[in-house]
């Protein structure tokens, strides 16, 4: 786009700062896209009236922030995802993380390098640079309330605080109301990071009876009636009440009342553990809507947008609770990483994080249209608009097999026996779809697994 010329007329702070940000603004609202060459640097310097030194500083940034590349006496372009994912050679890491997909047209990237250089050069930017208050500031906390309250649990700056991750916010909830020996029931299969923090803190987990829709609520009553394990008492349930982590299971409001319900009358904590149901409907009250005055209640944001932004927020009961978590929290990783959360706070506080949500929602959606048109219908489990699907194997070999298979592919493949708790729970492997492999690639990871569970007689072909 020969003709662009970027907006600075109320730019404060160094113009070539400010020309960039117009670049990664224009970009994001599409008035830029991909493959536009922009204006030679001399012919832009010109009509901005500024020097060429300042336009060519301006340039580097954007490259610097990979909005665009340089093509020698070409000029430069405005980068596509394609020649981002081209341009380079380092595989994707695979490390068994179930990860959010990238949109084939994101926005996340330069609605990132917008808002940082919005809070670096707000009256606030130096308070954002130093140490956060334990549990986050109260800006920090309201937002997150806010956002919190809106699916329509009890949560004000009072009883939310921030945390560096789900996992940060849960080691504070276990070391904060569980002691050695205490019980906590989970579904026969359950998220690995809980099952290492019950062990290092000496909690027993017990597993509960559950079917494709999740955990049997008479299994719990069961157990909370007879005592799970020689009569101990049941202190907690564990639960993922949206697209669990592995099962992709949703609990029907019926089933999360009567879970209510039960734990209300056996005195029993709730531990929602809810990183994935903005993604969805989210027509289904939480458990914190359902029992507050018992419910811990976790929502990351890393699982819905991106695991770098390491930001979670952490419901607790009442303000007292609130406070022990705050300090359990300072005591173990201090804070949120500031910046993070100042631009998480920004785009809670206009709106711009529905609309990143959205985006990656409409990509799990089109991936599991993917999944559906290859996988046969009933073979495997997933929720609507999930990244991850659930596969039943017949036989444990099958996931080593797999992986090797969908390893080279940079798709995320983890045998069940990762997360079983329950013993005699059957063989499955959990396939990620999200991350930073694009549709081409999922959908031909997807027709090997077709290939190798449903037509190869569970043998494994070494081609790929």
Same mark, same amino acid.
């Given at each position: 786009?020969? %003709?662009?010329?970027? @907006?600075?007329?109320?730019?404060?702070?160094?113009? *070539?700062?400010?020309?960039?940000?117009?670049?990664? #603004? @224009?970009?994001?609202? #599409? #008035?830029?896209?991909?493959? @536009?060459?922009?204006?030679?640097?001399?012919?832009?310097?010109?009509?901005?009236?500024? @020097?060429?030194?300042?336009?060519?500083?301006?340039?580097?940034?954007?490259?610097?922030?990979?909005?665009? /590349?340089?093509?020698? #006496? !070409?000029?430069?372009?405005? !980068?596509?995802? +394609?020649?981002?994912?081209?341009?380079?050679?380092?595989?994707?890491? /695979?490390?068994?993380? %179930?990860?959010?997909?990238?949109?084939?047209?994101?926005?996340?990237?330069?609605?990132?390098? %917008? +808002?940082? &250089?919005?809070?670096?050069?707000?009256?606030?930017?130096?308070?954002?640079? &130093? *140490? &956060?208050?334990?549990?986050? +500031?109260?800006? /920090?906390?309201?937002?997150?309330?806010?956002?919190?309250?809106a699916s329509g649990m009890e949560a004000t700056e009072d009883n939310v605080i921030v945390t560096s991750g789900a996992q940060t916010a849960l080691h504070a909830v276990v070391s904060s109301v569980l002691a050695p020996g205490d019980i906590v029931c989970t579904g026969p299969f359950v998220y690995p990071g809980w099952s290492a923090i019950c062990r290092r803190h000496g909690v027993a987990i017990v597993p509960l009876g559950a079917d494709r829709h999740g955990i049997d609520p008479d299994a719990f009553a069961r157990a909370c009636e007879t005592g799970a394990v020689q009569s101990t008492p049941v202190r907690a349930i564990y639960l993922v009440p949206d697209n669990d982590n592995p099962t992709t299971a949703t609990l029907s409001e019926e089933r999360r009342r009567r879970i209510a319900e039960i734990a209300r009358r056996h005195d029993v904590l709730i531990i929602e553990d809810d990183p994935y149901s903005r993604l969805g409907s989210g027509e289904i009250p939480s458990l914190a809507a359902l029992a507050p005055e018992r419910t811990w209640h976790v929502a990351s944001l890393s699982k819905l947008v991106s695991p770098s932004l390491r930001v979670a927020y952490l419901r607790a009961p009442q303000l007292r609770d609130a406070l022990r978590l705050a300090t359990d929290t300072y005591e173990t990783t201090i804070m949120a990483p500031p910046l993070n959360l100042a631009v998480c706070t920004q785009w809670l506080n206009t709106g711009k994080w529905a609309s990143l949500v959205a985006e990656v929602r409409d990509e799990c959606l089109a991936r599991q249209a993917i999944a559906a048109g290859i996988l046969p219908h009933g073979s495997y489990e997933a929720a609507r608009a999930g990244y991850h699907l659930w596969i039943a194997l017949e036989r444990e070999g099958q996931s080593a097999d797999l992986v090797r298979a969908l390893r080279p592919l940079g798709i995320s493949v983890v045998s069940g026996e990762q997360f079983r708790i329950d013993p005699e729970a059957r063989h499955a492997v959990r396939i990620s779809i999200g991350g930073s492999a694009d549709r081409q690639c999922i959908e031909r990871a997807l027709k090997m697994v077709d290939a190798m569970i449903h037509h190869q007689d569970g043998r494994f072909s070494p081609m790929v």
């Open positions: 786009m020969q %003709n662009w010329l970027p @907006d600075i007329r109320n730019a404060q702070g160094p113009l *070539y700062l400010a020309i960039s940000a117009a670049i990664g #603004r @224009d970009v994001e609202e #599409r #008035r830029l896209n991909p493959g @536009d060459r922009l204006p030679p640097q001399r012919e832009l310097a010109e009509a901005l009236g500024v @020097d060429t030194g300042t336009v060519t500083r301006a340039y580097a940034e954007a490259r610097r922030q990979g909005l665009i /590349d340089a093509e020698g #006496r !070409r000029g430069s372009f405005v !980068r596509g995802k +394609a020649a981002f994912d081209a341009s380079s050679q380092v595989p994707p890491f /695979d490390t068994g993380m %179930n990860l959010p997909p990238i949109p084939s047209s994101s926005s996340y990237a330069a609605s990132f390098a %917008n +808002a940082l &250089q919005a809070v670096l050069e707000g009256p606030a930017a130096a308070n954002r640079l &130093q *140490y &956060q208050p334990a549990g986050g +500031a109260p800006e /920090d906390r309201a937002a997150g309330a806010q956002w919190l309250a």
